[in-house]
C-alpha cells in the first residue's frame, strides 16, 4: 500500500511551488514535501518580469513576492536605458513564510534522501516511503547530452550607512571590468538603504571564487560611494546555461522519473529565470487527474520538449554569447540586445519571440566576428562544443 500519492524530493523553487498548488488545489491528495534544509527554497532570491506570467498566475504567487518595482535599467560601457516593464522579486525567507504554513503536515524537513524511484524514497535512516509518483526536484543533474556554459554569481544583502540613491532595480551593470567572461553586477533596491549587490558572470564552467567575488562586490559599493554598514545574507550559485543538447536523450536517461525545476530543464536558456517555468508547471501538473508515475512522467517530458524546441532560437544565441568572439567582449551582444525596441525585450524573457523579433536581433553588423558567428551557429550537437562536466 503507499504511503502518500504525491512525494516530492527536494523543496525548491519548482517543488514548493507544486507542493502548494496540490494542497490548496487538490485537497483529497495525500502529498509529503521533503527537503533536506531548514526552510523552504534555500537561501535564494528568484525573480521575474510582469510580462512572463499572465494575471491570473501573478495573482497565485503574489502573497510570495517580496518586492515590485514599475521599471528597471541595465548599464553597459557605451549604452545605458531605463526600462518601464514590471519587475519582481521573491525571497526565500518570504518563500518558506508563506508555503511552509499552508503545507502544514504535508511538510517534512531536515529529511535527507538517500535515493528516488519513481514510486519511492529511501531516507537516509533507512525508512523507505511509497507513493503512486515521486517527483525529483533536486537541482540539475550531469548530462553528456547537454552542452553548458553557465552563469556563476555571489551576492550580498547589506544594509548601507546611508541611502542607496536607486529608485529601481539594475538588471545589468555591464560597465565593469569582465574578468575573462561576460560581468555584470545586478542590483535590487529592497529599501532606502538595504540592497541586494550580486555579482554575476557568464563562463565557461561552473567553479565559483567566493573570494573574488565578495572583493568584486566591496569595490563595486567602493565604486559607487556606498558604505556597508552590515552584510544581512548572502547567496551563491552557478545556473547552467544551454548550448546545445540532445533532449530525447536526456529524458531516456530519466528512466521513468518524473523530475521538475532544472532537473527537468525547465528554465529559460539564456537568463537562467525558472519562476515562470514552475508556475506552469505547478498548474499544469494539479490539474491532473492521473497523478501515478508514468502520467507525471508523461506531462513533465511533454511540457519540457515544448520548451525545448520553442528556445532553438535562445540556444543559438547563447552560442553565440558563448563561441564567438573574446569572452571579454561578450558584453557587446547584449548591450546591442539592450538597444532593441522595448516589447522586443519583453518577449524575450518571456521566451515568446516572434520569427520578426529574432530577425530584428540578427539583422544588422554582429556585435561578435561574423565568421566565429557562423560557426557558433552551426555547432548544434553537444559533442560539438567543448564543455566542463557539472
Not at 26 to 44: A, K, M, S, V, Y
Not at 279 to 285: H, I, L, M, P
Amino acid at each position: 500500500m503507499n504511503d502518500y500519492d504525491v512525494i516530492l524530493a527536494g523543496g525548491g523553487l519548482a517543488n514548493s511551488l507544486l507542493a502548494w498548488r496540490l494542497c490548496t488545489h487538490r485537497p483529497e491528495l495525500r502529498i509529503l514535501l521533503l527537503d533536506q534544509g531548514e526552510t523552504l527554497g534555500g537561501n535564494h532570491t528568484w525573480s521575474f518580469h510582469d510580462g512572463d506570467l499572465d494575471a491570473a498566475q501573478r495573482q497565485w504567487i503574489a502573497p510570495l513576492v517580496t518586492a515590485h518595482w514599475p521599471r528597471y535599467g541595465v548599464r553597459f560601457p557605451d549604452h545605458a536605458r531605463i526600462l518601464d516593464s514590471g519587475y519582481a522579486s521573491i525571497a526565500s525567507l518570504d518563500f518558506h513564510r508563506v508555503i511552509a504554513p499552508a503545507l502544514g503536515a504535508a511538510l517534512c524537513l531536515r529529511s535527507h534522501i538517500t535515493e528516488v524511484t519513481p514510486t519511492t524514497v529511501r531516507l537516509a535512516d533507512g525508512e523507505l516511503l511509497r507513493a503512486r509518483a515521486v517527483v525529483d526536484g533536486r537541482g540539475a543533474r550531469a548530462s553528456a547530452h547537454l552542452a553548458l556554459g553557465w552563469q556563476t554569481f555571489l551576492g550580498q544583502e547589506v544594509r548601507l550607512r546611508e541611502p542607496h540613491g536607486l529608485a529601481a532595480p539594475v538588471l545589468m551593470d555591464a560597465s565593469v571590468e569582465q574578468q575573462g567572461g561576460y560581468r555584470f553586477v545586478y542590483l535590487l533596491p529592497f529599501g532606502p538603504d538595504r540592497l541586494l549587490i550580486e555579482d554575476t558572470h557568464y563562463v565557461d564552467t561552473h567553479e565559483l571564487d567566493p573570494a573574488r567575488l565578495r572583493a568584486n562586490i566591496a569595490g563595486y559599493a567602493l565604486a559607487r560611494g556606498w558604505r556597508i554598514e552590515t552584510v544581512l545574507r548572502e547567496e551563491s550559485g552557478a545556473l547552467p546555461i544551454v548550448l546545445a543538447g540532445d533532449v530525447e536523450r536526456y529524458w531516456h536517461d530519466l528512466a521513468g522519473q518524473p523530475c521538475t525545476g532544472l532537473r527537468a530543464g525547465l528554465f529559460h536558456p539564456t537568463t537562467g529565470y525558472s519562476l515562470p517555468h514552475a508556475v506552469r508547471v505547478a498548474q499544469r501538473v494539479a490539474s491532473l487527474h492521473d497523478v501515478t508515475a508514468p502520467a507525471l512522467f508523461a506531462a513533465l517530458r511533454a511540457e519540457a520538449l515544448r520548451a525545448w524546441h520553442s528556445q532553438r532560437f535562445f540556444r543559438l544565441l547563447n552560442r553565440m554569447l558563448f563561441l564567438a568572439g573574446e569572452p571579454g567582449q561578450r558584453w557587446r551582444v547584449m548591450q546591442r540586445f539592450y538597444r532593441l525596441p522595448p516589447g522586443l525585450i519583453e518577449r524575450f524573457y518571456a521566451g515568446r519571440l516572434t520569427r520578426s523579433d529574432m530577425a530584428r536581433i540578427l539583422t544588422g553588423k554582429p556585435p561578435v566576428p561574423l565568421g566565429q558567428a557562423l560557426d557558433a551557429a552551426l555547432r548544434i550537437h553537444p559533442h560539438q562544443i567543448r564543455t566542463t562536466p557539472a
